[in-house]
Nanobody, 125 residues
Framework: QVQLVESGGGLVQAGGSLRLSCAAS????????MGWFRQAPGKDREFVAF????????YYADSVKGRFTITRDNAKNTVYLQMGTLKPEDTAVYYC??????????????????WGQGTQVTVSS
């Protein structure tokens, strides 16, 4: 059973940057897709970014396109989310998730089988 652990969250001023990491243990990391989601207080969990097993295909939510970059290092069993030009509305708990059987719905919470515990990102104005 794959386990995912996020790290790298924290408090940052608007316009700043953070890099989130998600380390996977168990399973064969290089065989499945990964996604990042976020959830702000009182809101539904929303899609942020997706990367396929090889790293060659990525998708982003419109709200983060051009500011965030998802990458993965299969040798280190880790996926990253580089976040730049952060805005107060980016404040949320960020979750990474594993997608074993990619069906094309990279934006859907139900697409993903395994989730991490989340890491808090707070952007001050």
């Amino acid at each position: 059973q794959v386990q995912l652990v996020e790290s790298g969250g924290g408090l940052v001023q608007a316009g700043g940057s953070l890099r989130l990491s998600c380390a996977a243990s168990g399973g064969t990391f290089g065989t499945y897709a990964m996604g990042w989601f976020r959830q702000a207080p009182g809101k539904d969990r929303e899609f942020v970014a997706f990367i396929n097993w090889s790293g060659r295909t990525t998708y982003y939510a419109d709200s983060v396109k051009g500011r965030f970059t998802i990458t993965r290092d299969n040798a280190k069993n880790t996926v990253y989310l580089q976040m730049g030009t952060l805005k107060p509305e980016d404040t949320a708990v960020y979750y990474c998730a594993a997608d074993y059987h990619y069906s094309g719905r990279h934006y859907a919470v139900y697409e993903y089988e395994i989730w991490g515990q989340g890491t808090q990102v707070t952007v001050s104005s």
